[in-house]
């Protein structure tokens, strides 16, 4: 009897061990790929900024007034103003990404004899646009072609002014967010484009950037061109039909 327990025990523990061994191959495995996914590029943040210059064209005015040229009227010219943007992506699926992005855009001129919010005005005109992005969204490719769409949130501020003359226009605009981009093989170099669109109710509003990024440890930078479309029917009694075109070049760290 005392044969046949030892031989039983030593079965058992055989089976035990090559059970062991059986699972925790797999799951040796499980935990690798997870650990270098988390470690990986499953979890970013992005902080950056840097300069747009602006080159305006187009017309804006007032409800029963004539349209005001940027160009002939104003005299507006090629100018540069900032951006700043920060970025959280994470390996959660059905979890949106998150960027925040903050901009400024003026131009600066003066006017004769114009009509504007039903007043003659002559003397400095001023336009400024401010707008704050938050952006959701998903990253559906993630090699060496990334693709991402989303929902973006834009609070739009926008300023008129001609002499003593302001009128503003304060929206909340909600738009479709598109980008893409391609890695350029055996370079840290990539390229790509992103979208913001909506058009809706008298609004018709639109940005889009082409640019090249480039990437060395935890330090990027990034150019290329910005043009933001603006079409305002009746919208805080301003009419505006204008477009904003030009060079960006900017910095940003990946941790």
């Known amino acids: 009897m005392r044969i046949r327990i030892k031989l039983i025990a030593s079965k058992s523990v055989t089976q035990t061990e090559h ?15 997870f650990s270098s996914v988390v470690s990986a590029d499953a979890l970013g943040l992005y902080v950056g900024g840097g300069m747009w210059n602006h080159d305006p064209d187009g017309t804006f005015g007032t409800m029963g007034d004539g349209s005001i040229d940027t160009k002939s009227d104003l005299g507006y010219s090629a100018d540069s103003d900032i951006y700043l943007f920060a970025a959280v992506e994470h390996f959660i699926p059905m979890v949106p990404n998150l960027r925040v992005e903050s901009s400024s855009l003026e131009q600066v001129g003066s006017a004769t004899s114009l009509t504007f919010n039903g007043v003659a005005v002559s003397g400095d ?9 938050t952006i959701a969204y998903w990253r559906v490719l ?11 949130v834009r ?13 503003s226009v304060s929206e909340t605009i909600p738009m479709l967010y598109l980008a893409a981009q391609f890695d350029l ?5 990539s390229v790509g484009a992103d979208i913001n669109h909506i058009s809706y109710s008298g609004i018709k509003y639109q940005d889009v950037r082409l640019r090249a990024l480039y990437e060395v440890g935890v330090i990027g930078f990034e150019a290329g061109i910005k043009t933001t479309s603006i079409e305002f029917d009746d919208v805080d009694n301003v009419n505006a039909d204008l477009e904003f075109t ?5 910095a940003f760290m990946h941790f």
């Open 155 to 167: 609070k739009v501020d926008a300023d008129f002014n001609i002499d003593a003359e302001s009128i």
């Open 185 to 189: 093989p055996f370079t840290d170099i």
């Open 19 to 33: 059970s062991m061994r059986y699972f925790s191959v797999p799951l040796a495995i499980a935990l690798s790929v």
């Open 142 to 152: 993630d090699n060496w072609v990334n693709f991402d769409f989303g929902l973006n």
């Open 125 to 133: 005109s001023l336009t400024a646009l401010d707008t704050i992005d």
């Open 246 to 250: 030009g060079l960006m070049v900017g």
